[in-house]
């Protein structure tokens, strides 16, 4: 899935740098953890996808049912996502990791994996 360390540091600068565009809507409803990230620079991608492992080394597997599809391209701004894990038990410790999809079908990641507890 490529270096995400490497391309979370850049993708990390083109947020800072661009105007982020507001998450459209409320939350998604029902309870577990709500995830939420925001990108610049998505002219490549088509999409997202949400992967869950019970430690820091995975295994992971897909818990989006769905692609989570990218936002209009705009220079100079990021797109902001939300998705909400409503499968997560309740205290359970998790690790999560987007992962992308790009317009060429390849596949990458947008993040490492991040630990967060259910509630």
Same mark, same amino acid.
Do not use: C, H
């Given at each position: 899935?490529?270096?995400?360390?490497?391309?979370?540091?850049?993708?990390?600068?083109?947020?800072?740098?661009?105007?982020?565009?507001?998450?459209? =809507?409320?939350?998604?409803?029902?309870? *577990?953890?709500?995830?939420?990230?925001?990108?610049?620079?998505?002219?490549?991608?088509?999409?997202?996808?949400?992967?869950?492992?019970?430690?820091?080394? *995975?295994?992971?597997?897909?818990?989006?049912?769905?692609?989570?599809?990218? *936002?209009?391209?705009?220079?100079?701004?990021?797109?902001?996502?939300?998705?909400?894990?409503?499968?997560?038990?309740? =205290?359970?410790?998790?690790?999560?990791?987007? =992962?992308?999809?790009?317009?060429? *079908?390849?596949?990458?990641?947008?993040?490492?994996?991040?630990?967060?507890?259910?509630?």
């Amino acid at each position: 899935m490529g270096d995400p360390s490497a391309r979370g540091a850049n993708d990390i600068r083109e947020v800072l740098k661009a105007k982020v565009r507001e998450i459209q =809507g409320p939350p998604p409803a029902g309870r *577990g953890p709500l995830l939420k990230w925001s990108v610049a620079n998505e002219e490549a991608v088509y999409g997202y996808v949400i992967l869950r492992g019970d430690s820091e080394s *995975g295994p992971f597997e897909r818990v989006s049912k769905d692609t989570i599809p990218a *936002g209009t391209f705009e220079e100079g701004y990021a797109n902001a996502y939300q998705w909400r894990d409503t499968s997560a038990v309740v =205290g359970q410790t998790y690790w999560y990791s987007i =992962g992308l999809i790009n317009k060429d *079908g390849t596949k990458d990641s947008l993040t490492g994996p991040q630990r967060v507890v259910a509630k």
